[in-house]
């Protein structure tokens, strides 16, 4: 069955977009949960053609050049001498910084928590956004 979503549903797909869902999964959890609605539905032609002028209003958004900078993040830790840290710098303290800074973190993408010194680069998806940006993280000694 064809549905097309009214929210971004992880793994499936992003607002606006129309997908192939199984049945019992559409009937069962998309449909009474409001994330979806039948394609051959009534409700699904004004959802497509509202996605549709939400889309160009992102991409105009993004063409003057208002989407957002993200500033790189420095953090200064006590270390070993061998560059080791002794407290890590984890995803939830990149998220707190960033949203100090006023930016709005949906999620941080990092495999294990940061225990060196140096420059890293970490993935990150935004509020409102789809796709990951990376992100400079800079770790210091005292």
Not at 42 to 55: H, N, S
Not at 104 to 116: G, N, P, T, W
């Amino acid at each position: 069955m064809f549905v097309v979503l009214k929210e971004n549903v992880e793994k499936l797909g992003a607002k606006g977009e129309t997908v192939y869902v199984k049945p019992g999964f559409g009937r069962n959890y998309l449909i009474p949960k409001a994330l979806a609605v039948l394609v051959s539905s009534p409700e699904a032609k004004g959802l497509v053609v509202g996605f549709e002028k939400a889309k160009v209003r992102a991409e105009e958004k993004k063409e003057s050049g208002m989407d957002i900078k993200l500033p790189d993040l420095e953090f200064k830790v006590k270390s070993k001498k061998d560059g080791t840290i002794y407290t890590a710098v984890s995803a939830a303290k990149i998220t707190k910084d960033l949203r100090d800074k006023g930016v709005e973190v949906k999620k941080v993408e990092l495999k294990e928590s940061i225990k060196e010194i140096g420059e890293h680069q970490v993935s990150l998806i935004l509020k409102g956004e789809k796709e990951a940006r990376k992100l400079r993280v800079k770790v210091e000694a005292l």
